[in-house]
């Protein structure tokens, strides 16, 4: 299973994401590259700005479908408000920071001690640090795939 605590997978996403390009043109959803790079900064920032707590509720079959199963992370998900470029999200602005801010963000989750990851996912439930290094890598993945990069 591919993570981001795997420096073979992350430096994959790493250049996959230096492969993006600003006129890449999407195969689904609504987001433009700009917008997917802000999204994942945002959604990596949100992760770290949360570490430790309580698990949450357990939903144990939901976390691994969406984390470990084989079938394709589904398309057309509604993310929350804070994450999303066109709510109340970060904004694209300069095309290369919203990249390296995305980058970094990715290389910070995968330099994550577990005690400084969150102990819950708002929808897959409690979350061990495996899972968010797997949860980085997938939804990257996502979002680089949907610009068939």
């Not at 993570?3 to 999407?26: C, F, G, K, N, T």
């Not at 959604?43 to 509720?57: C, N």
Request: with cysteine; hydrophobic share 40%; proline share 10%.
């Amino acid at each position: 299973m591919k993570s981001v605590a795997d420096p073979s997978a992350l430096a994959d996403l790493e250049r996959r994401l230096l492969a993006l390009r600003p006129d890449a043109i999407r195969r689904w959803g609504t987001l433009e590259p700009g917008e997917m790079l802000c999204h994942l900064g945002d959604a990596t920032a949100s992760v770290l700005a949360r570490p430790g707590g309580e698990p949450g509720p357990r939903r144990s079959l939901v976390r691994w479908i969406a984390l470990y199963s084989p079938l394709p992370v589904p398309r057309g998900l509604t993310t929350l408000p804070q994450v999303d470029p066109r709510r109340d999200g970060t904004k694209p602005t300069d095309f290369e920071q919203d990249r390296a801010r995305a980058i970094a963000g990715l290389r910070a989750v995968a330099a994550a001690p577990p005690e400084a990851l969150p102990a819950a996912h708002f929808a897959f439930g409690a979350m061990s640090a495996e899972d968010w290094y797997r949860w980085a890598y997938r939804h990257t993945d996502h979002h680089l795939r949907q610009f068939g990069v």
